[in-house]
């Protein structure tokens, strides 16, 4: 079974611009769950998708937005980029978004704002 | 909300010694804490978890114990290797209504010496 997928691995962006991260849950998973990774603030939780509905959120601005297809994949968007959003940007599936369920990581893209 | 604290930050061990990570949560809703290692340049791989039923678990020379009262739970490594070396994450997840809030630790990197 295929893992976890994230698309494009590597971008390189300007201030100003806006984004769209991609990512493939593993096959029958129906959660997507994002998060931010930078060495200053570690691992953040930006949003959780399950079903096509943003079940939580995490302390972003509304610039970081996202969505989830009837596929189960879910894109994320980061608009009006700053310096601060380099990043390493994680998803995570799981089957569905209880507790008892183990997530898994896909590869991450790592986003580079100039 | 959850906070969660992780120590050491750093932590060097000789190879064949015991290596222990700890970390405190705020929330005592949290009832499932998996904890993630971290290669250089690789996604968090879940590597144990425990939910707030169980008091501790094992798997080969890793383990987890938790103490709910405390709100404290420890990872810990027996004879390490030199391919333990890697950033460890601690995380506290809990269900709210069906929505799952998760906070990581700020990560320990450690260093096992041949």
């Known amino acids: 079974k295929a893992g976890v997928t994230q698309t494009p691995r590597y971008l390189i962006k300007t201030r100003g611009q806006q984004v769209t991260l991609s990512c493939s849950p593993i096959?029958?998973?129906?959660?997507v769950s994002w998060y931010q990774q930078t060495p200053g603030q570690g691992l953040q939780f930006l949003f959780e998708?399950?079903?096509?509905?943003?079940?939580n959120k995490g302390n972003f601005p509304g610039r970081f937005s996202g969505r989830q297809f009837s596929n189960s994949r879910s894109e994320m968007n980061v608009s009006t980029l700053e310096l601060g959003d380099s990043a390493l940007y994680l998803c995570?599936?799981?089957?569905?978004?209880?507790?008892?369920?183990?997530?898994?990581f896909g590869p991450g893209t790592r986003l580079t704002v100039l | 909300g959850e906070n969660v604290e992780q120590h050491p930050s750093t932590l060097s061990v000789q190879e064949g010694d015991s290596a222990v990570i700890k970390c405190t949560y705020s929330?005592?809703?949290?009832?499932?804490f998996p904890w993630y290692k971290q290669e250089l340049g690789k996604r968090p791989q879940l590597i144990i978890d425990?939910?707030?039923?169980?008091g501790e678990k094992k798997d080969q020379r890793i383990a987890v114990t938790l103490n709910k009262t405390a709100k404290h739970f420890s990872l810990h490594i027996t004879e390490t290797q030199p391919e333990d070396s890697a950033v460890y994450f601690c995380?506290?997840?809990?269900?709210?209504?069906?929505?799952?809030?998760?906070?990581f630790g700020t990560g320990t990197k450690l260093q096992v010496i041949p």
């Open positions: 995570a599936s799981s089957l569905v978004p209880e507790s008892t369920d183990t997530q898994y």
């Open positions: 096959s029958g998973h129906r959660s």
């Open positions: 998708y399950f079903s096509e509905t943003q079940r």
């Open positions: 929330d005592s809703a949290s009832n499932y």
């Open positions: 425990i939910r707030s039923n169980v």
């Open positions: 995380a506290a997840r809990r269900d709210s209504g069906g929505y799952q809030k998760v906070t």
